[in-house]
Every structure is written in structure tokens, then in C-alpha cells.
């Protein structure tokens, strides 16, 4: 009940900063009045990096009208459905790397991994709503660690009315290592087909899926993260939006610390101009870990402020005071005060594009800590090199300590650097091809893992490639 109540008294301090819109609303002319949604939902475009695609980059881009204050990340606009469709595909990738951090390593030098899956991605839209899907699901074989099954999955339901929106999203993920820097730049970290067949759906922000930026976690592991969304307009420039996000995180190994998260997240939107925005965001996130009785509550309150060109710029930013409280206290505190925040920035030019993600703040722990203070960074540059090939190039940056300075101890800090370059093109109208490379650097304060080869810092040197088939893709209608 006390999460509860902490959350309601954040919603009434969010509701105060809203009252102005009344007196908006009161004031607004009849030619103000909302516009009824479109009949055709317009979904996000295809967020894989793989935009070079005719048909997609000749769309007219549609403003995002996405809540700014909301779950779902920023994107440069949406562009027109021309069918429903599914369509299924296969998809082969390798990685092949040296000094794997992992301490279920048994041999040493290089090792390698295959995967091999099968995809689907469905698209399906009506009058003022949209369902979608990607997935791919199958088998992954290591030389160091065996055999395992590799699943992703990514779907949404959007729902458009005249004054409000609804929405309901799911990442999973059953992965044979971290998802963080997993596949590089090629296509085995992204769900279903890629390039402009992929179903275009909203993902969530950095902020609301469980971290595993910690490399030394070792072992498969189970990932979800289920949001519901609702925004309703109480002006034609003020929006409230509510949601509740709840996460997990599992292992199979033994060894690694589980966690549970529960999110509820509260803002009002005020449209400044046709492309800047501002408003106020409230968060609670309760921290559990199945077998500790340790918890954590964290009370975020944001300032915010975004700026949306269509086709150009999607730029948010936020931040503000950050209250964490433990269920018991950790070397004699119970409450820690700090300061919380993102950004986040989406950036096309003439011919290529860039995207970053930054966080600041209270974490779960990456599967190494019970709850951690994080900063995670990640950015990706692409570019077209020819009429065929396209290049690209992917930053990782992620430090995880602990929240609280154990007095006599060494208290552990983990950072993780991951940078890497890649080529892709297709090959022919139904294939698609990639090879990267990757460096993946863990430092520690400590010693990484317990095989004699471990050090405080070790790197990883990685050769991805992915080769993709799809089928015809299947009208609906």
C-alpha cells in the first residue's frame, strides 16, 4: 500500500502543475476544438537502422504524436500503411570472439557461436487502432557453453480516439548472454525481418526495461518488460498520460541476483509551439529481488523538455531529484538522495542518421547487483556507402555501482564499453546480409570472474555475421 500511496501523491503534485490547462481550455476558440483521429493509424518507422529501403524512404513522414512525457521512445514521425500483412522468414548469424568475459568459459583463445531462427512480423491495421508483431525464436550452439534456445519478441497495440490514445507494448527476450552490445550491428539482436517489412512499432525507453549492462552476469537469461499506456487531452496543446511498466529479470545460471520491477510513471504534456514541448514527469519504481528480502523504492521527479521535427529531430531531455528508500538500511541508511535523468536524441540528415540514448539514475543491478546506481549511454551513426551497402557504427558505454559506499569495504564498480562498425546489404528482393565487428571492454575495481585468465579488465574482440531470408510478405487486406 505504501507504493501505492507514494505514487498517488506524485499523480496530485503532477495534476497541480496541469490546472493551467483549465483555464487553456476555457479560452480556446471553437476552431481549436481536438481533430478526430485519422482513419488509418500511423504506425513508427522501422527503428532497426535499416531505412535505405525505396519503398519506406518515400514516404511522407506524419508528425509522431506520441506523448513526449510518455513510456515510448522518440521517433522522427510515422508514415503511411499501405496493407496489413505478415510475412515469415529464416535468419543465420554467427559470432566469433576471443577472451569471452563469461566465467562459464572452458577454453581459451577464440570461441564461436551460431544461431539459427525463424521470423515473423504482422502488421494490422484498422480504422483508428494498430496490432503488431515481430519475433524470432530458435537455437544457438557455443563452443564454450553449449546449446540453448534464443528467443526475442516485440509487439504493440496502439489505439487512437479524438482526445485520447491508448497503448500496449511487450519486449521479451530469452538470450544465451546480455542483450547489451548482443549481435553488434548486424540483425541478430532485432526481433522478426528486418529492413521496411518489419512490422514499425513504438519500443519503450532506455529507462523502462531491466538493465543488463553488467557483462560478468553470466548465463542465459529471461527478459520482459510489459507496459500499458493511457493519454488523454485535456486542451488542444495539454495532455496527461499514465502508465504502469512491470519488468523481470532471470537467469538459469546460479550465482547472478534476479530482479523484479514495478513502474508506475505519471506526466502532464504542454505543447509550447508545433515543435517544442515541456511538462512534468513523476516515477515510482519498486525494486524486488526473489530470494532477498532487500527492496528498493525509488521516487523520480522529472522536468521535462522535447523537441520534435518531423523527418529531422526528435530531441528529449529530463531530469530532476531522485529519492531512493531501502526496505532495510544498507550500512546504516535507509533513504539516499541524488539527482536522476535521460536523453535522448534522433537525428537525420541529408543521407545518413544518428541515434542516441542516455540514462542517469536507479537501476535494478544488471543482474550482478540488489539495485545500482547506473549510467548507461549507447549511440549508433549509419550511412549509405553505395547504391547496396550501407555502413554503420554502435557506441556502448554503462557503469553500475553500488548505491550506498560500504564503509571498510571495497565498494564494486563495474563499467562496460562496447564499440563496433558494420557493413550490410541485400541481396536480391528477399535476402539480406551482415558482418561487424565488435570490441567489448569490462573493467572492475575487483576481479572480473574466478578462471585464472581473469584480470580487472578484460576485452573481448567479436566477428558477427547475419544472413536473412523472408518470404513473400502475405497481404490481409
Avoid at 501523491?9 to 495534476?15: E, F, K, Q, T
Avoid at 513526449?68 to 522522427?76: R, S, Y
Avoid at 554503420?392 to 564498480?413: C, E, Q
Wanted: hydrophobic share 35%; net charge positive; charged share 10%.
Amino acid at each position: 500500500m505504501k507504493a501505492w500511496k507514494q505514487f498517488a501523491r506524485g499523480v496530485i503534485a503532477i495534476l497541480w502543475c496541469g490546472m493551467c490547462s483549465a483555464a487553456l481550455w476555457a479560452q480556446e476558440q471553437s476552431d481549436d476544438k481536438p481533430k478526430p483521429a485519422a482513419r488509418v493509424l500511423l504506425p513508427l518507422p522501422d527503428l532497426n537502422g535499416n531505412q535505405q529501403d525505396d519503398e519506406q524512404g518515400s514516404q511522407t513522414m506524419q508528425p509522431d504524436r506520441g506523448p513526449v512525457g510518455g513510456v515510448q521512445a522518440g521517433t522522427l514521425g510515422t508514415s503511411e500503411i499501405r496493407h496489413s500483412y505478415w510475412v515469415t522468414g529464416l535468419q543465420y548469424g554467427n559470432s566469433t570472439q576471443t577472451n569471452s568475459v563469461s566465467t562459464t568459459a572452458t577454453t581459451g583463445g577464440w570461441s564461436t557461436a551460431n544461431y539459427a531462427s525463424g521470423n515473423l512480423s504482422l502488421l494490422e491495421a484498422w480504422g483508428h487502432s494498430l496490432l503488431g508483431a515481430n519475433y524470432s525464436g530458435g537455437g544457438s550452439f557455443s563452443s564454450d557453453s553449449g546449446s540453448t534456445q534464443y528467443h526475442q519478441l516485440s509487439s504493440a497495440w496502439q489505439l487512437d480516439g479524438r482526445r485520447w490514445q491508448a497503448l500496449i507494448v511487450e519486449q521479451l527476450s530469452y538470450l544465451p548472454q546480455s542483450s547489451f552490445g548482443f549481435g553488434g550491428t548486424t540483425g541478430l539482436a532485432v526481433p522478426g525481418i528486418s529492413g521496411a517489412l518489419a512490422a514499425p512499432l513504438p519500443g519503450l525507453q532506455q529507462v523502462f526495461v531491466p538493465g543488463q549492462s553488467v557483462l560478468s552476469a553470466i548465463g542465459p537469461r529471461y527478459s520482459s518488460s510489459s507496459g500499458a499506456q493511457l493519454t488523454y487531452g485535456v486542451s488542444r496543446r495539454g495532455a496527461f498520460t499514465a502508465a504502469v511498466v512491470y519488468g523481470l529479470l532471470r537467469f538459469s545460471n546460479s550465482g547472478n541476483v534476479s530482479n523484479d520491477t514495478e513502474i508506475l510513471n505519471a506526466a502532464y504534456n504542454y505543447a509550447v509551439s508545433r515543435k517544442n514541448s515541456i511538462g512534468v514527469i513523476y516515477r515510482f519504481t519498486a525494486y524486488h529481488f526473489p530470494g532477498n528480502p532487500q527492496a528498493l523504492g525509488d521516487q523520480l521527479f522529472e522536468f521535462m523538455y522535447a523537441r520534435r521535427v518531423t523527418g529531422r529531430l526528435a530531441l528529449n531531455l529530463a531530469g530532476g531529484p531522485d529519492v531512493a528508500r531501502f526496505r532495510f538500511p544498507v550500512n546504516g541508511s535507509k533513504q539516499v538522495i541524488s539527482g536522476g535523468g535521460a536523453a535522448s536524441l534522433v537525428y537525420a540528415f541529408s543521407k545518413s542518421s544518428l541515434r542516441m540514448n542516455y540514462s542517469h539514475g536507479i537501476g535494478g543491478g544488471s543482474g550482478f547487483f540488489g539495485g545500482s546506481r547506473t549510467d548507461e549511454l549507447s549511440a549508433n551513426l549509419g550511412w549509405p556507402l553505395s547504391r547496396a551497402w550501407t555502413g554503420s557504427l554502435n557506441l556502448g558505454y554503462a557503469r553500475n555501482s553500488t548505491i550506498v559506499t560500504l564503509k571498510a569495504l571495497s565498494s564494486p564498480t563495474y563499467t562496460s564499453w562496447i564499440t563496433g562498425a558494420g557493413l550490410n546489404r541485400p541481396l536480391g528482393r528477399s535476402m539480406r546480409f551482415s558482418l561487424g565487428y565488435q570490441a567489448v571492454i569490462q573493467s572492475s575495481n575487483g576481479v572480473i570472474c574466478n578462471t585464472p585468465a581473469c584480470q580487472t579488465t578484460q576485452i573481448s574482440h567479436q566477428i558477427q555475421t547475419s544472413i536473412q531470408w523472408n518470404a513473400p510478405p502475405q497481404v490481409l487486406r
